[in-house]
């Protein structure tokens, strides 16, 4: 007979799964609002790119079993953490002029997190330990093929093992760009691939972006990913020139944010999310403009293919 523990993970597994296909296409993990003021949400078919192919229901009216990782926020605190793996800390990332970029991805992650997230720095993961058994962890930060952020994968699933209960359950996803991809043709693990091979635990779910990611929530799916050789020129060239005004507004609502005195009198995590929220109507049309232009062009994985590398770990 099986222990309570392998039917959570059986059910969790097979709940991912069913999740992940739809018409024999294979497709990530869809980024649903989880935050408190609303009914807490369930996915039911998925794809993390555009959000198409699924169908969002309210736990309140739903029969079916959910994931540990989605449990109500009535029953429990739904604690989350974000690691912040880039070149930069999120609090200079998020201060620059275009830190708008990093803040709306922040956002999302903050979005699917539900409530009580901890922000921390790779520095500050050495001794965390309130992570629980059903909770999931973000990765943010500019990043590049092969890695996760700026990380050796290997180097990253080492430290964030450490932080793990034994009978951990939730899902590891990287909103970092390219994490889902190999370095070159060469190669054969993407920074997923290294990652999820590192830290061995069974059944859980390690994903990331194939290509370049563009993330805000006012993305069907919250997240699409540009193909690979399709960044350069085609579509930067056309990001540079969509972006003068998100610049200057974002100077704006940054100033105003960082010299309020909710801001000063904040601590760092909470200075990060005051940031976040003002960079998502600002950048809106901009992301939703880009997405509808770079599909129409064909830069973007279809929203019914997969654009989201997903991997389940196994000891």
């Known amino acids: 007979m099986k222990t309570p523990q392998e039917n959570a993970k059986n059910q969790r597994r097979q709940a991912f799964t069913n999740s992940a296909m739809h018409g024999k296409k294979h497709c990530g993990a869809k980024f649903i609002d989880n935050r408190p003021g609303g009914a807490i949400q369930q996915e039911t078919v998925v794809s993390d790119a555009a959000g198409t192919q699924s169908t969002t229901v309210d736990s309140s009216i739903s029969t079916g079993l959910k994931p540990a990782a989605h449990r109500s926020v009535a029953s429990a605190p739904m604690q989350r953490l974000i690691i912040s793996v880039g070149g930069r800390t999120l609090s200079e990332d998020t201060t620059r002029d275009v830190g708008w970029i990093t803040a709306s991805t922040l956002q999302v992650a903050l979005d699917h997190g539900g409530q009580g997230q901890d922000i921390i720095e790779y520095a500050e993961l050495n001794g965390y330990s309130k992570i629980k058994a059903d909770e999931n962890i973000y990765f943010v930060g500019h990043g590049s093929k092969g890695y996760i952020g700026t990380r050796d994968p290997a180097e990253l699933a080492r430290a964030t093992g450490l932080i793990l209960p034994e009978d951990y359950q939730g899902s590891i996803i990287s909103l970092n760009c390219s994490s889902g991809a190999t370095k070159n043709e060469d190669s054969e693990d993407s920074g997923v691939d290294a990652f999820a091979d590192t830290i061995k635990l069974d059944g859980v779910v390690v994903a990331g972006p194939q290509g370049v990611s563009l993330h805000h929530p006012a993305i069907p799916g919250k997240v699409r990913a540009i193909k690979d050789g399709h ?27 960082v010299q309020s005195n909710a801001y000063i009198s904040a601590a760092p995590a909470e200075q990060i999310k005051m940031l976040a929220g ?6 809106a049309k901009f992301y939703v403009d880009l997405v509808d232009w770079a599909d129409k062009e064909g830069h973007l994985y279809p929203a019914d293919e997969p654009h989201l590398a997903v991997k389940y770990t196994s000891e």
């Open 231 to 257: 960044y350069r020129p085609a579509v930067l060239s056309k990001i540079l020139a969509m972006q003068s005004p998100i610049d200057e507004a974002w100077r704006t609502a940054r100033d105003q944010v």
């Open 278 to 283: 003002a960079s998502i109507e600002l950048s």
